[in-house]
């Protein structure tokens, strides 16, 4: 059965017709050309399929697109605005070199922007100690709370620092170029 | 010795050329290619292990809206070959493994194709099968040669002998399991005819291998297929060489009314279609002296291959070079199985292999009453043990102390199970990580000047996450002595001159000594100041040195681990490598590299295992739910550094690729820190919370 949806994408209204079994995902990548957000697994098994879904990430693979006409969808191209330039978490992602392939890096950019929204709003997670406190996002709640997002190229402990960059650029010890050497 | 290049471009940290667009997402994979008017492919697959399809009824698959056709073995194209029985898809009843294509649904979409893949009948005559992998299985035989071409068994001097005189001797079995390459990216094809000619894209590790495959199975010429791939999600082997849904896709483009076919495996489908390294017994023994001095080595390693493709892992390959010892024994079996066709992934051979060597290394160590650095020390050789040959550089021992200091290894206790903090035993274990020095031939690359300040340099490489767009745009700046601003590299493309696979972590070495190459012939030809168009083509120069040394890489891989005393759960907290690879080209992405590989070792260390179920020749758990990759919050603190360096016997360019040292040694270090923790000795990996509370 097909229904016709919109949805306003990146900032741009799309209207489009899509099989009431069409996911989120499929509808983005094969109807609409938005092929930002990556296919890993389609079972919601690896988060490459992030998007940030009227403000919150979700696995639009496992979203129908029917069920969400209206809806407000920002990819990880859409994140840094109209003008090209990019949003503080991908700019901290590519000073640390926080990507190999780039496969998983869409998803991760966007679950990363979602997940420092919900961390300051104090959503506890599975390491947070004191859940009636604010939530101060130290390497294991980045670590955790990025878990749902897989990156085979094991870019993870640069995704760590990107992030812990992003989330407070003053703090940052370190330097953003890698390669220390003996 | 090759003139060495010198730096400017190269050995700094630029970041990566594409980097921008993939945090976007804006890099296009293969997938990802817009075309006219799609069809989408939804393969069918075989649910028996071994037999013939005796019936298939496609009626009710074809009746479905939007359904264009359904391909079986009875309506197939014919290939040209089939004497690749991996590649031979759909040309005939026969079944080899469970997840054999048996038919393919072509569809307006892909909710109908994947609808209508369900609804196709089959009937089979089913055969018996073996899917059991044994070390006694009565099947196994001696390969012909193992990966890489080495021969299956070495033999020297009296191994028996020497270990019956041996002052210690450790004798002990090792185990490994299937692995599974998982890139995130799935493997996929788009495939369209044009006229007689072939168009694909494709996530390949190398579009002119893709190339070479298809024409003599189609029987078109190679320039009438063309190939791109700009960017592909990881392979890690797994896409060295196209695997059958390439030839399925192509096949069915053939019956698509000239539509492009679109088709990308799903998850699942990848654990049978895609390659997979195969479990491995490995038998090691090795004698030493009192002093700790090695006498005899002995690793022999049971495996397995499919019955209808040979694959044979070179496991017991690093055991020929890794250490000093009069008597010395390797060999190769393989048990031919009905299950899906193993092939390459990262480090073959040495991955697997430096487990079970480094691990009992260890165990030698502790039997010795020698600290594990220090039995490494006594038994470095002098010259490659295997060909007698000088090594071009090693300095393994270098890795161990520079990576002994910074990591802490005073600290480790003497004694297993000597560090309690917070319910958790903690130990710190180390391991060798070795691979060798490929330089594939067959590469040439072309170089043309615009007229405007601008180079533009091509070869028909690849970028699979391992920086191939910014290392060779460094390298191409360096060898034409301009800035790297006024470079345009291109690869990716078969458009462009003919580059080797980026497999064997040679890519770098291959494709950069040839860009070398092809900037010294246009500086020859063209001088200083070329004229606009200017352009000149080379091929990769021969080595005048090739056959003179051992080329290998070393690193000395540092794991702490904490192993819950109560519930057995292993967490890696810190991990540092330490690698002497030659000249690194880019240090921030090299690091990336070798940090991902030892990621990688994590997960093979901890979790990663194939379930076959013998039964029915089904890898039981087949997706990322089951099979376990690691994830963020299972990687603690790792690093990665490496000695200065620049190898005078590797080409022009001094490297010796980074793109798979990383996972050597890897799981061995966190198993002997796990060792250390607990005085648990765990020869089976992976390492699972049940094995320490035995
Ligand atoms: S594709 Fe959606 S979670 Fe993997
Ligand atoms: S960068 Fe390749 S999977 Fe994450």
């Known amino acids: ?182 | 010795m090759a003139e060495l290049l010198a730096s400017k471009a190269m050995g700094t940290s630029l970041r990566r050329v594409d980097g921008v667009a993939k945090v976007r997402g804006t890099a296009p994979y293969a997938f990802d290619h817009p075309v006219e008017n799609p069809v989408y492919l939804f393969p069918v697959q075989a649910t028996i292990a071994r037999g013939t399809v005796s019936w298939i009824d496609t009626a009710e698959a074809e009746a479905v809206a939007g359904v264009i056709a359904v391909l079986t073995h009875l309506n197939a194209p014919r290939l040209a070959r089939s004497d690749d029985a991996e590649y031979a898809v759909l040309q005939g009843p026969g079944i080899g493994f469970r997840g054999q294509f048996i038919a393919a649904v072509l569809a307006e979409t892909g909710e109908i194709a994947c609808h209508a893949a369900g609804l196709v009948a089959v009937g089979y005559d089913i055969a018996v099968h073996d899917a059991s992998f044994t070390a006694g299985h009565p099947g196994q035989y001696t390969p012909g040669q193992v990966n890489g071409g080495a021969v299956p068994d070495t033999a020297a001097g009296d191994v028996e002998a020497a270990l019956a005189e041996a002052a210690v001797v450790l004798d002990q079995t090792y185990t490994t399991p299937a692995g599974h390459n998982n890139p995130m990216e799935p493997h996929s094809t788009v495939a369209a005819w044009e006229g007689d000619s072939l168009v694909l894209y494709d996530s390949t590790q190398g579009v002119h291998a893709v190339r070479q495959t298809l024409a003599p199975l189609f029987g078109i010429a190679p320039e009438n297929i063309q190939v791109a791939a700009p960017n592909v999600g990881g392979g890690f082997g797994s896409k060295g060489l196209p695997h059958a849904h390439v030839v399925l896709a192509v096949m069915a483009a053939q019956c698509s009314n000239g539509r492009p076919v679109k088709f990308a495996l799903t998850r699942q489908q990848m654990f049978s279609l895609a390659g997979y390294r195969t479990p491995t017994v490995q038998h090691v023994r090795l004698g030493a002296d009192g002093a700790g001095r090695l006498t005899a080595i002995s690793h022999e390693v049971v495996e397995l291959t499919s019955r209808i493709k040979e694959f044979a892992e070179q496991t017991a390959v690093p055991a020929r070079m890794m250490y000093a010892a009069p008597n010395r024994r390797t060999s190769h079996r393989l048990v031919p199985l009905d299950v899906p066709v193993p092939s390459w992934m990262r480090a073959p051979g040495e991955c697997p292999g430096m487990f079970g060597l480094e691990t009992a290394m260890d165990e030698l160590a502790e039997a010795c009453g020698l600290d594990p650095l220090e039995l490494r020390a006594r038994n470095e050789p002098d010259l490659d043990p295997e060909t007698g040959k000088p090594f071009s550089s090693r300095h393994l021992l270098e890795c161990f102390t520079t990576g002994a200091g910074r990591f802490g290894w005073d600290r480790r206790s003497a004694v297993p199970g000597g560090r309690l903090e917070d319910g958790w035993r903690v130990g710190i274990g180390a391991a060798s990580a070795t691979y060798p020095f490929y330089r594939n031939p067959g590469n040439a690359a072309r170089i043309a000047y615009g007229g405007d300040g601008t180079y533009t340099v091509q070869i028909g490489a690849a970028d699979l996450g391992t920086g191939s767009w910014t290392v060779l745009a460094q390298i191409a700046a360096d060898a034409l002595d301009c800035p790297l601003e006024a470079v345009r590299l291109e690869i990716g493309d078969t458009s462009l001159p003919v580059a080797s696979v980026a497999g064997g972590s040679s890519g770098t070495a291959s494709w950069g000594g040839t860009i070398i190459a092809a900037a010294d012939a246009f500086r020859k030809e063209h001088g200083d100041r070329p004229p606009a168009g200017a352009a000149t083509q080379a091929a990769a120069p021969e080595d005048p040195e090739a056959g003179r040394y051992a080329l290998h890489s070393f690193g000395a891989q540092f794991a702490e681990v904490r192993v819950h005393a109560d519930t057995g759960e292993l967490r890696v907290s810190r991990m540092l490598g330490v690698f002497s690879a030659g000249r690194i080209i880019n240090p921030r992405t090299a690091r990336s590299q070798f940090i991902g590989g030892m990621t990688m070792g994590i997960g093979m260390a901890l979790h990663e295992a194939g379930i076959m179920d013998p039964r029915f020749g089904l890898v039981v758990n087949h997706d990322l739910a089951d099979y376990h990759i690691p994830a963020n919050a299972d990687v603690g603190d790792v690093d990665a550094i490496w000695l200065e360096e620049v190898d005078l016997h590797a080409g022009a360019l001094g490297a010796r690729g980074i793109g798979e040292i990383g996972i050597t040694g890897a799981a061995a270090a966190i198993a002997n820190a796990a060792y250390n923790a607990t005085g648990i000795r765990i020869r089976e990996l992976p390492l699972t919370a049940e094995k320490f509370l035995s």
């Open chain 1, 1 to 182: 059965m097909d229904k016709r949806i919109s949805l306003l994408v990146d900032g741009e209204e799309r209207t489009l017709t899509v099989d009431t079994r069409t996911t989120l995902l499929d509808s983005l990548r094969d109807r609409l050309g938005v092929t930002s957000p990556k296919k890993g697994c389609d079972h919601g098994q690896c988060g490459a399929c992030t998007v940030l879904l009227g403000g919150r990430r979700v696995n639009s693979c496992l979203v129908l697109a029917v069920a969400h006409d209206g809806a407000e969808v920002v990819t990880a191209a859409g994140l840094g605005g109209g003008g090209g330039e990019l949003h503080p978490v991908q700019e901290a992602f590519l000073a640390r070199d926080a990507l190999q392939c780039g496969f998983c890096t869409p998803g991760q950019v966007c679950s990363a922007v979602g997940m420092l929204q919900e961390a300051a709003t104090g959503q506890p997670s599975h390491v947070t100690a004191d859940p009636g406190r604010a939530v101060e996002l130290d390497d294991a709640e980045i670590r955790e709370r990025m878990s749902g997002n897989l990156c085979r190229c094991g870019a993870y402990v640069n995704i760590v620092a990107a992030i812990r960059d992003a989330a407070d650029p003053g703090r940052t010890s370190g330097t953003a170029s890698a390669g220390a050497r003996p």
